[in-house]
């Protein structure tokens, strides 16, 4: 029960927003995530064929393939494995069906990236909130951090800011608490985009 009342979104709803809300890109992050966010705003289109299919907000699929891929649109969305094949790193074997134009050519970026969200449900998702959009990246990467290493803020989201410093996993199940991610976290991202690319994303009014 305990792990459950963790990990609800409406009991989470409120943390997320005070991080978001006190969250700053430290200084020498800053022009890093300037440069991710103009190759994602280059790329926005492409994005935004996927929220016209599948209803998912075009800068999330951005900040997830950003993590995941390093925007690279020859790998899948789900773990950045080549599309030459069904993945090998979890989650494995997917897509489950074979790709569109055959084996020789391989999946398309867009097939696969539709397979990634629609597994996790993100096709299905109502609450397209801030805090919410927080709390589903970060189960999209695992939660690991919050069950077994609370101290430290999942760098997934928060890595680049004043909310992270050191402390990660450097493979599956494996902690070090000295490794510092040296990836731009999507909170950072979002921070960027929201001004830049003038996104509306609505906030919680969180009371004290």
Known sequence: ??????????????????LWDSCEIKPDKLKNAQNIVAKISANRP????????????????AVIHNMESSLNFGTHLHNGDSLKKRTVH????????APSNGWQVGYTWEESAIDALTI???????????????????RY????????????LTPY?????????????????????NA????IGIAALLK????EANLNIQQDVVTA
């Open 157 to 177: 989201l928060w890595s680049g800011t004043n909310h992270y410093n050191k402390g990660k996993y450097v493979a599956d199940a494996k902690w070090d608490a």
């Open 180 to 183: 510092i991610s040296d990836q």
């Open 192 to 195: 960027v985009l929201i001004k």
């Open 90 to 97: 979890e989650p494995t074997g997917r897509p489950l069906a």
């Open 1 to 18: 029960m305990a792990n459950k009342i963790l990990l609800s979104l409406q009991d989470l709803k409120p943390e997320y927003q005070r």
């Open 120 to 138: 996790k449900e993100f096709n299905q998702v109502k609450d397209w909130s801030l805090p919410a959009q927080l709390w589903q990246l970060e």
């Open 46 to 61: 492409r994005y935004e064929v996927l929220e016209q299919k599948i209803n998912v907000p075009w800068y999330f699929v």
């Open 141 to 152: 990467n695992g939660v690991g951090y919050r069950k077994y290493h609370p101290e430290v």
